[in-house]
């Protein structure tokens, strides 16, 4: 009975330490700053690299790098297909971006097809198919900046800024997993 009692302790103290790790996301600032992202914005040809490696990452953790039959023998957590993160497919990008900013918010139109609504301090619950994501955004400093987290613990961090006087808009993108940097790219747009 003694050994029963000390098994429940341990594995209680194991379920209590994992539910701790989860990381939960803080709430960004809903007063917006006071430099204005509206515009519409074309991807530099210097930056256009970047595209591809989002495009290789996406595939990646999508599964996309591993054979179609693993081999034998193989038992570690990487031979499943489609083992990556999942937050990638809350990423979405272009090489024209069309961005208005109003008073609570910002949209963002990626090559004239996918538009994404951000709330300024919103934290909110988002999901693309049975995908559920935490998600924050706002503003911090002069850049607004969009936080999403899968249910595994991986994390997206978008911030977008303006420069060169507002003549051109930079972009940061990254995807961390596991305390690893998976992405991590810039990409500079030009108001056109």
Known sequence: MKRFATVVAALSLAFIAGCAAK???V??????????????????????TAEKR??????????????LVPKENRYS????RGGGASVHVFLE???????TQTDFGLFVSFDRAVVEEYR????????VGPIIADRVSGW??????????????AKLVEAYRLQDGG????????????NVTQLSIEQIFDRY
């Open 27 to 48: 709430a960004k600032s809903a007063v917006a700053a006071d430099n204005d992202l509206t515009g519409r914005w074309q991807l530099r040809e210097d930056s256009q």
């Open 120 to 127: 300024f301090g919103e934290k909110r619950e988002v999901s």
């Open 140 to 153: 911090e400093g002069s850049a607004y900046v969009i936080e999403t987290l899968d249910d595994n613990g």
């Open 54 to 67: 989002i495009r290789d990452a996406e595939f990646a953790a999508a599964g996309g790098n591993e054979p």
């Open 93 to 99: 990008t272009g090489r024209s971006l069309k961005i």
């Open 77 to 80: 957590d990487q031979s499943k």
């Open 23 to 25: 990381e939960v996301l």
């Open 167 to 178: 003549q051109s808009l930079k972009r940061k993108i990254t995807i961390v997993d596991k």
